[in-house]
């Protein structure tokens, strides 16, 4: 009964049209969540602004491109902590409702093959990924997102030079 419960609540939640969207302005989404958090802008690893808001037991960042959100990064509060401390794990029906926000019509996700629980999703319209790692879940536009993970892979090569 409470399973169903929450399912049922963290269906409405993600699905009603409070969770923000890809390509939406610093307006559109403070509109849905409210205030950013004080002192939270700071830039990504790329230079880009990001803006941290506190919402429905949830932290979220939202990296802007070009003054539109092009990454937005949900992290679940554990309960009693505060949430720029420790996150708790989003359980399956979390990660699917919030997904499920980011589709439209004729739009769906397309999980990693092979695994019981997927780590990561790309849009079936090539545009958009998201990743679930280290108690978040990440979803951007796929050129970010790659752009990123190429940053990443550069950071690390450089790292273990001499090696």
Not at 60 to 82: A, Q, W
Not at 135 to 146: D, K, S, V
């Amino acid at each position: 009964m409470i399973r169903h419960l929450i399912i049922t609540l963290a269906a409405t939640l993600f699905t009603s049209p409070v969770f923000a969207r890809i390509g939406e302005t610093f307006d559109q989404i403070e509109a849905r969540y409210g205030p950013q958090v004080p002192r939270s802008m700071a830039p990504d690893e790329l230079g880009n602004h990001t803006i941290t808001y506190n919402f429905h037991g949830f932290t979220i960042v939202v990296t802007f491109v070009d003054r539109k959100s092009e990454v937005e990064l949900f992290k679940k509060c554990k309960e009693g902590i505060p949430c720029d401390k420790e996150w708790a794990t989003m359980s399956e029906a979390e990660v699917a409702a919030i997904l499920a926000a980011y589709e439209s019509v004729g739009v769906t996700w397309k999980a990693q093959e092979g695994v019981k629980r997927p780590l990561w999703w790309t849009s079936s319209d090539q545009r958009l990924k998201a990743i679930n790692m280290f108690n978040q879940l990440q979803i951007g536009t796929a050129h970010y997102i790659e752009e990123r993970a190429a940053r990443n892979r550069e950071r690390e090569s450089d790292r273990l030079k001499g090696f």
